[in-house]
């Protein structure tokens, strides 16, 4: 079971760092997703796998796993949550803007004052 | 304590000026009058002790393991300096009252001057070096403020610019000095370092040390070749000038070479470093001066040219020197500060600063030409007056001196820097105050108001007075501060007019007659020097500037060419090698705690899990079937918390799962549906190495920790559940009571992305966005039936229902697998799923929900239920049980965190709502449809079929 966690953990790593290396921006968020998932389960899994054992305090359970990974996981997955929704967002109001969903912007060659000016127009 | 409070006071007291000013300007000016004075009065308090030869200290700890505390301690020398500052400061204050026409803005002037004032005394008293330096950066700084006050003068930004980087870039050459010295003797505090300084200058580091801390000194200290500065810095307001640039800021470096005499001077390095560069500052100082036709321009290179001859006096290293270079300071900070508020008020009155459009002011500003004349005399060093005196004692240790082993040398160059003193100095007097009238001043020149020459006038005096009764009038302090100067050593000499014919006297006469001379003969060493170069150290300043500026920005644009692929590459990368390095230093076999059976359901979910993930790079080119894939696996992920006895986690898991994929479906309704394929066989290779190594890396990792036993801090919480949180799902409990504040900080966090999501996308209705939207075709077939029956008559049979389950969900939250988190969720579901069946607009018309609202009282009632806590006197969101019997219901358990995860359910409906409500709002702009008028697209009370 721990074995296949961990290589699970390791699968969703791997494709999410590889998504994450892509040109355009969906792409991105969904890399971003799958290392969500796989931050999470990771540290979950610091606190050690139980099966049938949740930390719900019973008369008759004799043992509980872990409770404070998860509820640490619990905020951690809201906040990814939170996370993705912006990073989608901000993927698409950029697509809006520019008309193309590339992860990149074009390197001004002026002063950081104009570059903050050249924002500024580009906004407006 | 009172001892802080000095310190403090001017910090204290800058808050006000910026308020006072309110209330006019005379308000203002003598608010900032009275918190000097105060912190002034409080230092005076001190003096008893202080000339009794004791030590005042106070403070406390503050970092003590990075031995950073805040020690301030009051000795003859702290005493003098803060003295010279708040004293000064004073006169100032009453100055600048007058000086500051009606347009600048007055508040802001005495905020800056206050902290800069607090800044000065905080170095002066500070026992701690590393608190020192902190005090030694804000004087960087508030002085920045202070030269560029007037904003719009260019030279006046330039000159603050200029300021700040020379003395700042010193400041952190200084940091590292200082780091190095309290590594030597192995500690921070000024009190042990004075004591240790034979093992200073033992060490192989004194020389490092020595040369780092110099580099501050003598950048703040305006010491050649870092003296071209303080010129430019003239651009300030001449009460600034007059309080920085003669008495204060530029004593800091003097201060600290005083400060530290004890500890670092008397090795040869100290005596060539600093009595060298001093010496040359002086020559160089005097020499331009004589040259400059800006009255401020000559009293600053006469103020670099005196701060050298003080350098040079610490840098003799004897104790009769130091002496010395006291008693200058003081006198210094009396003629130079009364000059340059007569700078300043001839400037005020005549229009002009420039001496050759001056001349002739003797009867017409009668006040300010005597002045004037006294202060200059003593800065020339003319008896009577206290200049003579402490240039007497310079001339008569640098005669005793021998340089490089050639005894005449100093001397001859000290007596040649003193020749040009005088020639300034008279320069000062003779081409602005006599000569003919003329009928050409910008404005016709009279005396200032009292108010503006009574300051000075004070300095003045004591110009006169030191100068007559040096033994009475300075004495007992110059003794007191040469003591702590030297660390205790008692001398032999008085304060005296008249020493007999000593070669010093003899110097001074030189200097007397030749620069006399130089100044009846000026148009022809003018015309000399003229014809000699003139290096422009501002045009070399900018260059230098300019150059880095050119290699930062190669190096940015280099390094950043905007491209996130590659800032994730590198930061992959680089944790990669982390990780890669910890592997190999560090035991990684796996370890022998007793594994679980693999089940074939597991098995299976593995399965779907990896063959999803490989499905998904393979596939993301076609978008929506990634986005399902990856949808896939957030499935077997919350499958996997089921399995693993963490419910509360797959509740979670699952309803953000459905929210995410809504979300991230409205946002792919505008993105293109295909990802095009990158270029390039070796970009594929090296991410896809990138991404197998991190997925090595972190694989072995987690399995490196799951196959370990581990001690965890959760017997607590599984203890204290129920009897401390009131509640029996552990996780739950955690997050609302005991790790309550985590969880707040956790909404607030969802609720500004929601609202950062709502700002993001409400600009798209503007500009380039929203052309763009209005030139939307939809690039997919639209369904012909939009809003299906089915999908709208079950919905709604679903809403109360799903409410239902909602409110169950919350209830049961603290007992019971739920809570506000997944309530909170699958109530944003029940109500998406209405915007889903019947269309945005219908919907809207009909919910009427306030979303950004309920973040807000979400967030509000969270915090309520912590304050509540305050209320009766515990800790922020402590938790409370309430018991009480209700008829026919029976006995009911109320926490008080029951009312905190209401809070948490608001905003995470709040949040999730306000995110889909309006990417769907974008939707419904795009395609610009009209609102419909029924639930679905069919009227089912129309019976079509029958007429057909």
């Known amino acids: ?124 | 304590m009172s001892l802080v409070l000095i310190v403090l006071l001017p910090f204290i007291g800058a808050l006000f000026p910026a308020l006072m000013i309110r209330a006019g300007r005379n308000a203002c000016a003598t608010t900032t009058f009275i918190a000097s004075l105060l912190a002034f009065v409080l230092l005076l308090s001190h003096a008893p002790a202080v000339f009794r030869g004791e030590v005042v200290q106070a403070g406390w700890d503050w970092l003590p393991a990075l031995g950073l505390n805040i020690n301030f301690f009051l000795d003859g020398l702290g005493f003098f300096f803060a003295g010279l500052i708040l004293g000064i400061g004073l006169l100032i204050i009453v100055y600048a009252r007058f000086y500051l026409s009606k347009d600048d803005p007055m508040g802001s002037f005495y905020t800056y001057l206050l902290l800069f004032q607090g800044a000065m005394v905080g170095i002066v008293l500070s026992d701690n070096i590393l608190l020192l330096l902190i005090f030694w950066e804000l004087t960087s700084l508030s002085s920045f403020l202070l030269i560029g006050y007037w904003k719009h003068l260019p030279a006046g930004r330039q000159g603050a610019r200029m300021a700040l980087t020379v003395t700042g870039a010193g400041g952190l050459a200084m940091i590292a000095g200082m780091l190095i010295l309290g590594e030597i003797v192995g500690s921070y505090d000024l009190s042990v370092i004075l004591q240790n300084g034979e093992l200073i200058q033992a060490s192989p580091l004194y020389l490092p040390a020595l040369v780092l801390i110099l580099a501050g000194c003598f950048t703040k200290s305006a010491q050649f070749p870092f003296h071209f500065w303080l010129p430019h810095a003239m651009a300030a307001p001449t009460p600034v000038s007059a309080y920085l640039h003669s008495a204060t800021m530029v004593k800091a470096g003097l201060f600290l070479m005083a400060r530290m005499w004890p500890a670092l001077a008397g090795t040869d390095a100290w005596f060539y470093i600093v009595a060298t560069t001093g010496l040359i500052t002086m020559l160089i100082g005097a020499f331009i001066a004589l040259f400059k036709d800006d009255l401020k321009g000559l009293l600053a290179f006469s103020t670099v040219s005196h701060l050298g001859l003080v350098t040079m006096l610490l840098g003799l290293g004897t104790p009769m020197a130091a002496t010395a270079a006291v008693f200058h300071i003081l006198n210094h900070a009396t003629f130079k500060a009364a000059l340059f508020m007569n700078a300043g008020i001839v400037d005020h009155e005549a229009g002009t600063r420039d001496i050759k459009r001056l001349g002739g002011l003797l009867h017409l500003m009668p006040v300010t030409a005597t002045l004037a004349m006294v202060a200059a005399a003593s800065m020339a060093g003319f008896p009577p007056l206290n200049g003579f005196l402490s240039k007497e004692m310079m001339l008569h240790e640098v005669a005793d001196t021998t340089w490089g082993g050639q005894g005449w040398l100093m001397g001859l160059l000290a007596t040649i820097a003193a020749c040009f003193s005088v020639a300034y100095s008279l320069r000062y007097i003779v081409h602005v105050f006599f000569g003919p009238q003329r009928t050409d001043y910008p404005h016709p020149p009279h005396d200032p108001p009292a108010g503006m020459w009574l300051p000075s006038a004070l300095l003045v005096v004591l110009v006169v007075l030191i100068g007559l009764f040096p033994d009475t009038v300075a004495g007992p302090l110059v003794a007191v501060v040469a003591r702590a100067v030297t660390g205790g050593e008692v001398l032999d000499y008085h304060l005296a007019m008249w020493h007999g014919f000593t070669p010093a006297l003899g110097m001074s006469a030189i200097a007397v007659v030749v620069g006399a001379l130089l100044l009846m003969r000026y148009r022809t060493v003018r015309a000399v020097w003229q014809a000699g170069p003139h290096p422009e150290a501002k045009a070399g300043f900018e260059a230098v500037i300019g150059g880095l500026v050119t290699t930062a920005r190669e190096l940015i644009h280099g390094m950043h060419n905007g491209s996130l692929q590659r800032y994730l590459g590198v930061m992959i990368a680089a944790m990669l090698a982390l990780g890669v390095s910890a592997y190999f230093s560090s035991p990684s076999a796996p370890g022998s705690r007793e594994l679980l059976p693999a089940t074939p359901v597991a098995v299976a979910a593995w399965l779907l899990l990896v063959g999803a993930c490989v499905s998904v790079v393979l596939q993301h080119h076609q978008r929506l079937q990634a986005l399902l894939t990856v949808g896939v696996v957030g499935l077997m992920v919350s499958i996997g918390f089921v399995y693993l006895s963490a419910p509360d986690l797959a509740l979670t898991q699952i309803s953000v799962e459905v929210v995410t994929v809504i979300l991230m479906l409205l946002a792919l309704n505008f993105l293109p549906k295909h990802t095009p394929a990158e270029p390039g066989r070796g970009r594929h290779l090296r991410d896809g190495l990138l991404a197998v190594g991190a997925g090595l890396g972190v694989g072995a990792a987690a399995w490196a920790v799951l196959t370990r036993d581990a001690e965890t801090l959760s017997g607590y919480y599984l203890e204290q559940s129920v009897p401390g949180g009131g509640g029996t799902n552990v996780v739950n409990v955690i997050l609302v009571d005991f790790r309550g504040f985590d969880t707040f900080g956790e909404i607030v966090v969802l609720g500004v992305a929601a609202l950062a999501i709502f700002a993001l996308l409400d600009g798209a209705l503007h500009g380039a966005a929203a052309r763009r939207i209005a030139g939307w075709v939809p690039d997919q077939p639209r369904a012909a039936d939009r809003h299906p029956m089915m999908l709208a008559v079950a919905t709604r049979v679903m809403l109360p229902l799903a409410l239902m389950v909602g409110f169950y969900i919350f209830l049961r939250g603290h007992n019971v697998p739920g809570g506000g988190f997944i309530a909170g969720l699958v109530v944003a579901i029940a109500l998406i799923v209405q915007y889903m069946a019947s269309g945005f607009g219908w919907a809207a018309q009909r919910m009427k929900l306030d979303y950004h609202g309920m973040i807000g009282w979400g967030v509000l009632i969270a915090a309520m239920t912590g304050l509540g806590a305050w209320v009766v006197g515990h800790p922020f969101l402590t938790s409370t049980m309430w018991h009480f019997e209700l008829p026919l219901i029976g006995e009911i358990h109320v926490a008080s965190a029951m009312f905190f995860d209401t809070g948490v359910f608001l905003v995470v409906v709040g949040a999730t709502m306000l995110a889909l409500a309006n990417l769907s709002r974008l939707g419904r702009r795009a395609e610009s449809l009209p609102v419909n008028a029924g639930p679905m697209d069919v009227d089912p009370s129309l019976d079509r079929t029958v007429e057909n």
Do not use: H
Request: proline residues 5%; negative net charge.
């Open chain 1, 1 to 124: 079971m721990e074995f296949l966690l961990a290589s699970a953990v390791g699968v969703m790593t791997a494709a999410g760092v590889y998504l994450l290396l892509r040109a355009r921006t969906f792409t991105v968020v969904l890399g971003l997703t799958l290392l969500s998932y796989a931050t999470n389960v990771f540290l979950f899994a610091m606190g050690r796998l139980a099966i049938d054992r949740p930390p719900v305090i019973a008369a008759d359970a004799s043992a509980y796993s872990d409770p404070l990974p998860q509820a640490l996981v619990l905020t951690a997955i809201v906040i990814s949550f939170g996370m993705t929704a912006v990073a989608v967002v901000m993927a698409l109001r950029s697509f809006l803007e520019s008309g193309d969903d590339l992860g990149a912007m074009t390197p001004s060659s002026g002063t950081p004052a104009q570059m903050v000016a050249e924002v500024g127009e580009s906004s407006r």
